[in-house]
């Protein structure tokens, strides 16, 4: 079975300061993962997906990751936090089951810019 | 530009009555998807469909039933709902078989609260 593993349910950064938001992967097979962001009163959307293509992978709004099999991370990073990044973020891991592909998600990340 | 509507977005019910949830996708595809987020569980996956008519048990499906009877509604019910189901429930749609990378796309979810 397939899980991701989100450490640290807040994080609250400066303004400016490097967004670090941490996840980690479980699985037997080479996995396909994503990062959703949901902003308050929303539905999620994507930011980022790692497709086996490039192991750095940037997404929208100046956000990237790293797949590092080694550590089975995929970290999500961004230089200078924006008050506008507030949000709460999940790490997913892709997986066929049945007839289609399902996503796993973590426990999520809420994080909190501050001036 | 892709949409995902979901029919309400906050929505009240006394235990035991029965609960629709509707959700409308107009990319014409296959799969869609049921979740329910709590805070700090993330999003749990409860029943999906593959196709018309086609459905499949996800992580939570106790306490549910779904229907999907046109390819661009996939509506989730609660037989009888109890205070327990409680929670922001979310739709999301994606293409077929084999597209295991491509994005869910999600709606903005409905708020559940069962008195």
């Keep these: 079975a397939q899980s991701v593993t989100q450490?640290?349910?807040?994080?609250?950064?400066?303004?400016?300061?490097?967004?670090?938001?941490?996840?980690?992967?479980?699985?037997?097979?080479?996995?396909?993962?994503?990062?959703?962001?949901q902003y308050p009163n929303q539905g999620l959307q994507l930011l980022l997906k790692y497709t086996s293509a490039a192991t750095l992978v940037k997404g929208i709004n100046g956000f990237e990751a790293e797949f590092k099999k080694s550590e089975t991370s995929f970290h999500l990073t961004k230089p200078s936090a924006h008050m506008s990044d507030a949000a709460e973020y999940f790490c997913a891991v892709s997986g066929l089951t049945g007839g289609g592909n399902k996503l796993t998600f973590g426990t999520g990340t809420q994080l909190k810019v501050e001036l | 530009d892709v949409k995902v509507t979901q029919s309400s977005r906050y929505l009240v019910k006394r235990t035991g009555e029965k609960v629709f949830l509707e959700c409308v996708q107009d990319m014409d595809h296959e799969n869609m998807f049921w979740y329910r987020q709590d805070p700090g569980l993330g999003l749990r996956l409860i029943y999906?469909?593959?196709?018309?008519?086609?459905?499949?048990?996800?992580?939570?499906?106790?306490?549910?039933?779904?229907?999907?009877?046109?390819?661009?509604?996939f509506s989730l019910i609660l037989e009888s709902a109890s205070t327990n189901q409680t929670s922001m429930y979310l739709c999301a749609s994606t293409r077929g078989l084999g597209a295991i990378t491509d994005t869910q796309y999600f709606g903005p979810g409905t708020r559940l609260t069962v008195l």
């Design chain 1, 7 to 37: 450490l640290g349910s807040h994080v609250s950064v400066s303004e400016g300061a490097l967004v670090l938001l941490r996840c980690n992967y479980s699985s037997s097979v080479p996995p396909y993962l994503f990062w959703y962001v």
């Design chain 2, 48 to 73: 999906f469909s593959y196709d018309v008519k086609m459905k499949e048990k996800g992580d939570i499906p106790e306490g549910y039933s779904v229907s999907r009877e046109k390819k661009e509604r």
